[in-house]
């Protein structure tokens, strides 16, 4: 079974500032996908980074990177250079890729609140 | 434009009173889902469909079911609305059910209330 835990439900950070949404996961597969997606306040669910398990790198979009530690089992979120429209929910999610379960599981979210 | 498109966006209605709600998508994905969200429980996924005619459960799949006749449609149906069931739906395909790097593209999001 595969489980993703968002421990931080609220984080604030100040405009222009850094941040790091963590999110640890527990799976029994080999190989498998994780995932972030923003909500903003209109409810619309958007992509913003992938990482495969046997990426080499860590994952970056633009101002977001993934902070991939394989052996901690914790695929964290940095949103460098934040902007006031940053302020939403963040989910983390994980799929398996190599059998297992390719049902893709979502953490509970962090709400992220980016203040002037 | 590549997209899942559901409806309505927004919808309240009484309890008892049958009601669909309705997900396509253009992007020829053979993985589609339905997820409900409530506020400090993130999303749980209702029910999923690998492929045209293949459906299963999710984690919260009572009072729900679905149909997926064709590759692009999975409906979501309430047979009989409760209460409990008000929340916000989402709908979302993938390419496929395996392999690499395919995310998923969501719907708007349906806000149920149910009276």
């Known amino acids: 079974a595969q489980k993703i835990t968002q421990t931080q439900p609220g984080m604030f950070v100040q405009e222009k500032e850094a941040v790091t949404l963590d999110c640890t996961y527990d799976?029994?597969?080999?190989?498998?996908?994780l995932f972030w997606y923003k909500q903003p306040s209109s409810g619309e669910m958007i992509f913003l980074i992938y990482?495969?398990?046997?990426?080499?790198q860590n994952a970056t979009e633009g101002r977001y990177s993934l902070n991939f530690q394989k052996a901690r089992k914790s695929a964290n979120l940095v949103i460098s250079a934040s902007q006031l429209g940053d302020s939403a929910m963040y989910f983390c999610?994980?799929?398996?890729?190599?059998?297992?379960?390719?049902?893709?599981?979502f953490g509970r979210g962090t709400s992220l609140i980016v203040h002037p | 434009e590549a997209q899942v498109t559901q409806n309505p966006r927004y919808l309240i209605t009484v309890t008892g009173k049958k009601l669909t709600v309705t997900c396509s998508q253009n992007?020829?994905?053979?993985?589609m889902s339905w997820y409900r969200q409530d506020p400090g429980l993130g999303l749980r996924q209702i029910y999923y469909?690998?492929?045209?005619?293949?459906?299963d459960k999710g984690d919260v799949p009572e009072g729900y079911k679905v149909s997926r006749k064709e590759k692009r449609n999975f409906p979501l149906i309430l047979e009989s609305p409760s209460p409990n069931q008000t929340s916000l739906y989402f709908c979302?395909?993938?390419?496929?059910?395996?392999?690499?790097?395919?995310?998923?593209?969501f719907g708007s999001g349906t806000r149920l209330t149910v009276v």
């Open positions: 979302a395909s993938s390419l496929s059910y395996r392999g690499h790097n395919y995310g998923y593209t």
């Open positions: 799976t029994s597969d080999q190989s498998y996908g």
């Open positions: 990482q495969g398990s046997y990426d080499e």
């Open positions: 999610a994980m799929r398996g890729l190599s059998g297992g379960s390719y049902i893709p599981t």
């Open positions: 992007m020829n994905h053979e993985y």
């Open positions: 469909s690998m492929n045209v005619e293949v459906t």
